[in-house]
């Protein structure tokens, strides 16, 4: 009978962990939560929470789930409930990690490999003009407005959300002149336009003719203020040809600690 229990948690547990990250822990980790799970019953909730834990720890470069449990276990054991002073201590330990000043090795975190992203042009319905994603009746708003012109970016900020929603592709709009082109603006109200929703706005430079197309848009609305957000140094285009006036190249600047650490192929 205890076989047969521990054989249909076996099966939760396979069926559970599909829907966490378990799947992208390491065999060791995996050895070790699998380990607990099945000692302690692990419902979901507990079982995402501690494959969470694990693949925080590994990318904060602390020391392992099974290390850390290894120094408390005698302890937690001899005092009982262990489930619940697992949970307890692990949630403790997680956040004094998460409240603790941020430190990087002295050569620096190592890079991730570049992704080497396709490019494609594809046409579509979508809107390309959009609010900024920030604005919300919860924010004091700039009423800055953004383009939609290319999805993903290839700058790898570890903390940037872009890379996980375009897999390995690049993809640029083909109708993007035939859109800026329809834009309906109205001709006395001023509009300040970012053109990097979902990219960076320089990395690409003119591909697909891209820098044409926007610094067209700017020529023809000279009540935009149009603006180039990057982290790259890619200003060839611009120092080659005449820019619009109302065009504006911004950089978005980090410490250099976190450029070095974080944002690993943006301009040095
Ligand atoms: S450059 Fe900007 S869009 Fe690109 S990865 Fe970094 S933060 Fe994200």
Redesign the pocket.
């Known amino acids: 009978m205890a076989n047969r229990t521990a054989i249909d948690y076996r099966a939760k547990f396979d069926r559970y962990s599909e829907d966490t990250c378990f799947p992208r822990l390491g065999e060791e980790e995996q050895l070790f939560i699998r380990g607990m799970a099945e000692a302690h019953r692990f419902t979901f909730q507990e079982l995402r929470q501690v494959s969470e834990a694990a693949l925080d720890l590994r990318m904060w470069k602390e020391a392992s789930l099974g290390i850390w449990w290894e120094r408390q276990e005698s302890d937690v054991e001899a005092r009982g409930r262990t489930k619940e002073r697992f949970f307890q201590r692990l949630d403790d330990r997680m956040a004094a990690l998460r409240a603790s000043a941020k430190s990087y090795p002295e050569e620096g975190m190592r890079r991730p490999e570049s992704a080497s992203l396709k490019p494609v042009t594809m046409s579509s319905e979508r809107d390309i003009l959009g609010m900024c994603p920030v604005a919300s009746e919860e924010t004091v708003c700039c009423n800055l407005r953004t383009i939609d012109a290319v999805q993903n970016?290839g700058?790898?900020?570890s903390?940037?959300t872009?890379?996980t929603f375009y897999g390995d592709r690049v993809t640029f709009d083909a109708d993007l002149p035939a859109k800026l082109a329809a834009m309906e603006l109205e001709p006395d109200r001023f509009y300040h336009i970012g053109t990097?929703q979902s990219?960076?706005s320089l990395?690409w430079g003119n591909q697909h003719g891209l820098l044409d197309s926007l610094c067209d848009f700017a020529r023809a609305h000279p009540n935009i203020l149009l603006e180039f957000k990057t982290?790259s140094a890619n200003v060839a285009y611009f120092l080659r040809g005449s820019p619009p006036a109302n065009i504006v190249l911004s950089w978005s600047l980090n410490t250099p600690a976190i450029i070095r650490n974080e944002?690993h192929f943006?301009a040095d």
């Open positions: 970016c700058m790898g900020c903390y940037c872009i890379q990097g990219s960076d990395m982290k944002e943006t």
